[in-house]
Nanobody, 129 residues
Framework: QLQLVESGGGLVQPGGSLRLSCAAS????????IGWFRQAPGKEREGVSC????????NYADSVKGRFTISRDNAKNTVYLQMNSLKPEDTAVYFC??????????????????????WGQGTQVTVSS
């Protein structure tokens, strides 16, 4: 029953904001880096952002730099993705995923889906007027 549960998605107008949450159950996030990925219809899944186990380093896709902020609260076993200035091209299903802290290379240097052990079910984000 080790799983990640996502919430916070929905419909928002261009320029609006959403905050996504990723909560772990059955295990602690203390030993995992957490990445956010997204997938739009007809497109491959892409990495959006990642944060290492202690929050000391983060990584962002060029397309979201300056607009999105990743953070974590290990006491609450939760990781967040604050999304501001949303654009229609941000529309996608957003997933969070956990990779062991020792493999932080796949968080900070190269997002490799296969290296992530646990995945959330995904939450839909739709940016439209």
């Amino acid at each position: 029953q080790l799983q990640l549960v996502e919430s916070g998605g929905g419909l928002v107008q261009p320029g609006g904001s959403l905050r996504l949450s990723c909560a772990a159950s059955g295990f602690t996030l203390d030993y995992y880096a957490i990445g956010w990925f997204r997938q739009a219809p007809g497109k491959e899944r892409e990495g959006v952002s990642c944060i290492i186990h202690n929050g000391g380093s983060t990584n962002y896709a060029d397309s979201v730099k300056g607009r999105f902020t990743i953070s974590r609260d290990n006491a609450k076993n939760t990781v967040y993705l604050q999304m501001n200035s949303l654009k229609p091209e941000d529309t996608a299903v957003y997933f969070c995923a956990a990779v062991p802290s020792s493999s932080y290379y796949y968080c900070l240097s190269e997002w490799v889906d296969r290296k992530y052990d646990y995945w959330g079910q995904g939450t839909q984000v739709t940016v439209s007027s």
